[in-house]
């Protein structure tokens, strides 16, 4: 282990460690951009490559754990006589020392995507278990995975009606109904709880100590934009970030990618253009409009900078340390009189296929189960975003409310409330909540991170 992991480690070890003694103590050719979504934690991936939907599997080998099921309420907060589905959980009591000695139960909370992909990719957890003598549990979202309401995702997701269970609140009180039922199944009610998450499920962790302090001691929200809800911090602060990732590295890979969009739209709009940019990409299937293919390409560039480690990762694709500055090598490494398109396809590729096996791409895949997410960015999820002229690589859009409700009416049939989540969770004047009501609430991530501008 490197030595700023070992020092990360020892850091929160050392908090986490008074936590639980004070526990103890206490007992154009583009569709207009401006209503875009907020992207999701996860990109689109090419399905070509027969090992990768079995990686999660591999990488979760290493760890010894049960998969067990629990039967939970479609509605926690009504008497409505309603189907209850079966909530998915991985279980591991390898380390745990047991009630009588208070061992402590860490909980991730499940993001929205299989529960299994996301315990394959938190070894900090299952790292730490050991020295606390802890329990890891890690239940799944509902809506996620094999967590489904009314049997199958066809069912789940079949229209507003059905989805509208779907929201973070009901989601932290399955994770409040099911950690309860399980303590109270192993006489460990007086075992202290600690949260973890990543991304949104760094959200759920902090919010769930927020909304849930007598079940949770404490939280470790990683990577968790609390703050990207109405006007609290800028909204091109996301992709600024991004941009400035790519421009740390190389200011010529910067600007050919900045350049790229209005080459990709000129492209389009020729004759068999299309056609070309569907041999040059190496798709699987012919591009239909240029949109496609530039959120593709947004998606590869944003989740690059979500995972730009030092190190080599298989997080949401195999990539090499540093990623972004070996994207930016590809880039400005090709041979005078590469166009900036093909120049931008090199470089996406350390992205989409650096293994080299990938034979073609699909655009529209989603290997970890995540379309629910639409749904909850329509609904409570708003989380303006724009990009700016000058600071952004990105091509400069507004955050639109007006179009973006609109687009949410034309999938879901469903209008957004922007400051639910503000006036359920809080979010505005965050350090005075978080000083009276948020006590044992740690917040991380790397200044890279493009989720850093939205937490405090």
């Given at each position: ?178 950690i309860t039922d399980l303590k109270r199944n192993l006489s460990a009610e007086a075992c202290p709880v600690v949260l973890f998450g990543g991304s949104y499920g760094g959200m759920l962790a902090a919010w769930m100590r927020l909304k849930y302090p ?132 090199e470089g996406v590729s350390v992205y989409y296929n650096y293994t080299g096996e990938v034979d073609c791409f699909e655009l529209d895949d989603d290997p970890h189960g995540m379309d629910g997410w639409n749904w909850q960015a329509c609904t409570e ?10 600071a952004s690589m990105f091509p400069t859009y507004n955050f639109n409310f007006s179009a973006f409700q609109e687009e949410c009416w034309t999938d879901f049939k469903v209008i957004p409330r922007p400051t639910w989540i503000t006036t359920h969770f ?31």
């Amino acid at each position: 282990m490197a030595k700023p992991a070992i020092a990360a480690v020892l850091s929160f070890s050392i908090v986490l460690l008074s936590i639980l003694a004070q526990q103890s103590s206490s007992s154009s050719s583009f569709k207009p951009i401006s209503s875009r979504r907020a992207p999701r934690f996860l990109g689109r991936f090419s399905t070509s490559n027969p090992h990768h939907r079995d990686r999660r599997s591999d990488q979760l080998l290493g760890y010894r754990y049960e998969t067990r099921y629990f039967e939970q309420q479609l509605d926690h907060f009504s008497f409505a006589e309603l189907p209850t589905f079966r909530q998915r959980y991985l279980i591991s009591s390898e380390h745990w020392v047991g009630p009588d000695r208070l061992g402590p139960i860490f909980l991730y909370c499940g993001n929205e995507g299989d529960i299994e992909w996301f315990a394959a990719n938190s070894g900090f957890v299952w790292e730490i278990a050991p020295s606390f003598g802890a329990m890891v549990v890690f239940p799944e979202h509902r809506y996620y995975g094999e967590s489904m309401p009314y049997g199958s995702q066809e069912e789940a997701y079949k229209n507003g009606a059905s989805l509208s269970y779907l929201t973070a609140e009901q989601a932290l009180a399955d994770f409040a109904v099911l950690i309860t039922d399980l303590k109270r199944n192993l006489s460990a009610e007086a075992c202290p709880v600690v949260l973890f998450g990543g991304s949104y499920g760094g959200m759920l962790a902090a919010w769930m100590r927020l909304k849930y302090p007598h079940i949770a001691i404490g939280a470790l929200a990683s990577s968790a934009p609390i703050l990207q809800f109405e006007d609290i911090v800028p909204p091109e602060t996301f992709y600024d970030i991004v941009s400035n990732d790519f421009k740390r590295e190389s200011t010529s890979c910067f600007n050919t990618i900045k350049a790229s969009w209005n080459a990709l739209i000129s492209e389009g709009q020729k004759e068999n253009g299309l056609s070309k940019l569907t041999r040059m990409f190496r798709l699987c299937r012919e591009l239909k409009n240029t949109e496609e293919l530039a959120n593709w390409l947004d998606s590869a560039y944003s989740f690059l900078a979500m995972v730009d480690y030092p190190y080599p990762s298989e997080f949401l694709m195999p990539l090499p340390g540093y990623p972004i500055r070996e994207v930016c090598r590809k880039i400005d490494g090709c041979p005078d009189g590469t166009s900036i398109l093909e120049r931008v396809f090199e470089g996406v590729s350390v992205y989409y296929n650096y293994t080299g096996e990938v034979d073609c791409f699909e655009l529209d895949d989603d290997p970890h189960g995540m379309d629910g997410w639409n749904w909850q960015a329509c609904t409570e999820m708003v989380m303006p975003m724009s990009s700016s002229p000058d600071a952004s690589m990105f091509p400069t859009y507004n955050f639109n409310f007006s179009a973006f409700q609109e687009e949410c009416w034309t999938d879901f049939k469903v209008i957004p409330r922007p400051t639910w989540i503000t006036t359920h969770f809080g979010g505005k004047d965050i350090m005075t909540t978080l000083k009276t009501f948020g006590s044992n609430i740690i917040f991380s991530n790397g200044f890279l991170d493009p989720w850093s501008g939205y937490r405090d």
